[in-house]
């Protein structure tokens, strides 16, 4: 049988370079203008643009079928009933077009519902805030919405007893949005004069660019432990597909705190 104990050790190298990339802000380009800094905000965006559309062909296909059974009854409707009916089409469209218009969150619902809510909330609230921003701090707002949607992803199926989820909660529903509303209250005219030894614009990037670390660290804190998992499943199909020899490889492999499964029922593969 192949040994696949080098595409094992493979793939956990490039997942812990994975990690360090993110660790380093990720490999992003900034957002343009207009475009979701995130998943989670996009889906939101999305889910606005499809009711529109839903709502647009109901009135539609309302106003061309009252019009087909008004033409029924009246044998007809002419020409200016079938230009009332064009230009309440018209109506139709420019109204539900516009609404429903995606909702800006409150601060105060940063915080609450679950992991993918919170995330989506949170994105949606930063691309908001972006333009009021100076440059560098518009590019951090980018890379958060990134880190957001990994640290997202790495809270689905924690609930919310968990420590890892009332630190993130605090994080993402207050701290970040604090900074950012802290800046905004400063007059505009007063964010580039130095107080302090510095300007509050040189404070709100050194604060998001410790804010976006922090969101980084706890992603990467929860992702070590899939990649303790990933490792010891694979040692493990090492194990019982491939001998004892791989066995010895799992032996040699570091202490990471995780508990090791129980090998002495399995029998070990017979050679032929």
């Given at each position: 049988m192949p040994d696949t104990t080098r595409e094992s050790d493979a793939i956990l190298r490039a997942a812990k370079q994975s990690l360090?990339?993110?660790r380093e802000g990720g490999t992003h380009r900034p957002a343009p203008r207009g475009q979701s800094i995130g998943k989670g905000s996009a889906e939101l965006k999305l889910k606005s643009l499809l009711t529109k559309v839903r709502n647009i062909a109901l009135a539609i296909f309302a106003i061309w079928l009252g019009a087909g059974i008004a033409g029924a009854m009246f044998s007809g409707i002419g020409f200016w009933g079938l230009m009332a009916v064009i230009v309440a089409t018209c109506v139709a469209v420019g109204v539900f077009s516009s609404f429903p218009k995606v909702k800006v969150p409150k601060r105060a619902e940063l915080k609450q519902g679950n992991p993918h809510q919170m995330v989506a909330r949170t994105e949606l609230w930063?691309?908001?805030?972006?333009?009021?921003?100076?440059?560098?701090?518009?590019?951090?707002?980018?890379?958060?919405?990134?880190?957001?949607?990994?640290?997202?992803?790495?809270?689905?199926?924690?609930?919310?007893?968990?420590?890892?989820?009332?630190?993130?909660?605090?994080?993402?529903?207050?701290?970040i949005p604090e900074t950012i509303d802290n800046y905004r209250k400063i007059p505009q005219h007063l964010r580039t004069e130095e107080y302090a030894g510095k300007t509050a614009d040189a404070r709100l990037v050194e604060s998001l660019t410790k804010l976006s670390g922090e969101v980084d660290r706890v992603t990467r804190r929860l992702a070590e432990g899939a990649l303790d998992d990933l490792a010891i499943k694979s040692r493990y199909l090492e194990y019982r597909y491939g001998g004892a020899e791989a066995l010895e490889d799992m032996r040699e492999m570091p202490d990471t705190g995780v508990p090791l499964p129980d090998f002495s029922a399995i029998p070990l593969k017979q050679e032929r």
């Open positions: 360090a990339v993110q930063l691309e908001a805030q972006r333009p009021a921003l100076p440059p560098p701090a518009q590019a951090l707002v980018d890379q958060l919405g990134v880190q957001l949607d990994a640290l997202g992803l790495q809270l689905k199926g924690l609930g919310d007893n968990e420590p890892a989820m009332a630190e993130v909660r605090e994080l993402v529903g207050e701290y």
